[in-house]
């Protein structure tokens, strides 16, 4: 599932989950409200899920958006997996089921 976008994001929002669906979409909502949201990358490192994580998050089809749904060893596992898949200049790991208010990144130069 891994999109490919014309510039390099300033910004490599990196979440890794685990049959947390409910969670994500949660957090997914949240992004998407958030300004700007499509200017940065979103990537998902999913430790294959049973719970449909990878079909919906295929369904969603969002430019920005990059994901791995895999067996891995862990959370660290996992977050390494998104830091090595990240093409931004920066990297903010969010958590399945945290929530931003939508001007957060208003104040990051």
């Known amino acids: 599932g891994f999109n490919t ?3 390099s994001p300033r910004l ?14 949660r957090t997914a ?17 999913d430790g294959g899920s049973k719970d ?3 079909a919906w998050l295929q369904q969603l089809r969002w ?6 749904s895999e ?3 862990g959370v660290y596992n996992a977050m390494n997996k ?14 399945a089921g945290d929530t931003m208010q939508p001007a957060i990144l208003d104040s990051v130069p």
Not at 12 to 25: D, G, K, W, Y
Not at 29 to 45: G, T
Not at 82 to 95: E, H, T, Y
């Open 71 to 73: 067996r891995d060893t």
């Open 12 to 25: 490599s929002i990196i979440t890794v989950c685990f049959n947390a669906l409910p969670e994500l979409r």
């Open 52 to 54: 449909g994580t990878a």
């Open 5 to 7: 976008m014309t510039s």
């Open 82 to 95: 998104g830091i090595a898949q990240a093409r931004g200049q920066w990297l903010w790991f969010v958590n």
């Open 29 to 45: 909502d949240s992004l998407y409200k958030m300004k700007n949201f499509f200017e940065h990358e979103w990537i998902v490192i």
């Open 63 to 68: 430019p920005n958006l990059r994901f791995i």
